[in-house]
Nanobody, 115 residues
Framework: QVQLVESGGGLVQPGGSLRLSCAAS????????MGWYRQAPGKQRDWVAR???????NYADSVKGRFTISRDNAKNTVYLQMNSLKPEDTAVYYC?????????WGQGTQVTVSS
């Protein structure tokens, strides 16, 4: 069982930056592929970024070049650095851990981009 706790959300002006963190419980964090997703009000949950256990990364086109996902296996934590934020980035951001059929989600953290 893995528990995920997101933090770092908040209110930021357009063009600003935030760094989200997702802390995972357990001693097997390094084997999990980790991802960030987001869900805006009234919309479906969308994939944002992924970092595999081996360190390779992928991004949704909407955030490519602005967001960076990284992980620190020693701290059981995955990060999402978000730069050049836009109002359309406003959403609840969720962390996900996957390894074969093991699939866990965090509770989410709110990010609001507004002037």
């Amino acid at each position: 069982q893995v528990q995920l706790v997101e933090s770092g959300g908040g209110l930021v002006q357009p063009g600003g930056s935030l760094r989200l963190s997702c802390a995972a419980s357990g001693s097997t964090f390094s084997i999990y592929d980790m991802g960030w997703y987001r869900q805006a009000p009234g919309k479906q949950r969308d994939w944002v970024a992924r970092i595999r256990s081996g360190g390779s990364t992928n991004y949704a086109d909407s955030v490519k070049g602005r967001f960076t996902i990284s992980r620190d296996n020693a701290k059981n934590t995955v990060y999402l650095q978000m730069n050049s934020l836009k109002p359309e980035d406003t959403a609840v951001y969720y962390c996900r851990a996957r390894w074969y059929t093991n699939d866990y989600w965090g509770q989410g953290t709110q990010v609001t981009v507004s002037s």
